[in-house]
């Protein structure tokens, strides 16, 4: 492994950091920290990495230039139990916080820290609007947003940049990947009363947006990562059906959400209306500014 190191990345094989990885020149020197096999991960990803399953693993006096935190189990999977919460937590923090303690050991910070969180940090509400100077809410996915990014506040680097994601839209992975079978099959449904306000973004603005950010010497802090099109649960299932040339006939009643998702139905029927307030002052220009286009990309 070499000594100097251009990005360090932790979720490299996820959803977005895989896309980002796969957006970097050849010649750029990736190192992923990963628990899977390292031929797991290349394929995964599709692009030769160093693949490390501990931070001891990176030579003493290693200089590393940029770090991508993205580390987190996949938080709708599985049921929120005792042990779940203790590992979506240990997935996120826990990583943080190792990623932390190498940063005190390397010879100099690295220049930027861009570092996962999501749009669960804020409160639902069906009025209010979210910019980054908003609240936090409750329960335990604003909780775990919250912390999370407290911890990334102990990494040493220049800057640090707290990525609260909006749903990705892609067509491997993620949301829509889970959504397609039953939309593909004529059985899609809007979830409760369709009103609530979901705030999406496009992997590849998801990509160009990170790119800005470790590009910008003066990026630091909360960023909303999502479109400046938030639509409702209803225009997305509507739009989605008609992606697909499908019909969208059903409506699954909140209290079905409920007993079947239990804890975890907040994160489909709170509304979060969020807009990219930091992005628009940055002067990020959105590829797939509306739902019709984002789908569109991907399903054409």
Not at 3 to 26: E, K, M, N, Q, V
Request: with cysteine; aromatic share 8%.
């Amino acid at each position: 492994m070499k000594h100097d190191i251009d990005y360090l990345i932790t979720g490299g094989s996820g959803l977005i950091g895989s896309a980002f990885i796969r957006s970097l020149p050849s010649e750029v020197s990736v190192v992923v920290l990963s628990r899977q096999e390292p031929k797991t991960v290349t394929a995964k990803i599709g692009r030769k990495v160093e693949v490390i399953s501990s931070f001891t693993q990176i030579p003493a006096k290693s200089t590393i230039r940029y770090c991508l935190n993205l580390s987190g189990e996949p938080i709708v999977d599985k049921p929120w139990t005792m042990q779940r919460k203790q590992n979506l937590r240990a997935s996120r923090i826990g990583i943080t916080e190792e990623l932390a303690a190498l940063s005190r050991t390397l010879p100099r910070p690295f220049e930027a820290l861009v570092s996962g969180s999501a749009i669960g940090f804020y409160p639902s509400s069906p009025t209010t609007t979210f910019d980054e100077a908003s609240g936090n809410g409750e329960g335990f996915s604003a909780q775990l947003c919250r912390d999370w990014e407290e911890a990334s506040t102990h990494v040493r680097s220049d800057r640090t940049c707290m990525l609260r994601t909006g749903i990705v839209l892609a067509k491997q992975g993620g949301m829509l990947q889970k959504l397609k079978l039953s939309f593909g099959l004529g059985l899609g449904a809007t979830m409760g009363n369709g009103a609530q306000m979901m705030s999406w973004v496009h992997v590849e603005d998801a990509v160009g947006i990170i790119h800005l950010l470790f590009g910008s010497e003066a990026a630091a802090g909360p960023v909303n990562m999502c479109s400046n099109s938030p639509v409702s649960n209803r225009e997305f299932s509507d739009a989605l059906a008609k992606s697909l040339d499908k019909p969208r006939f059903f409506a699954m009643p909140a209290f079905v959400v409920n007993l079947i998702f239990g804890e975890r139905a907040a994160l489909l029927l709170d509304s979060q209306t969020v807009t990219p307030e930091y992005l628009n002052n940055l002067g990020y220009s959105f590829k797939y500014s509306t739902i019709s286009e984002a789908l569109a990309a991907i399903y054409p």
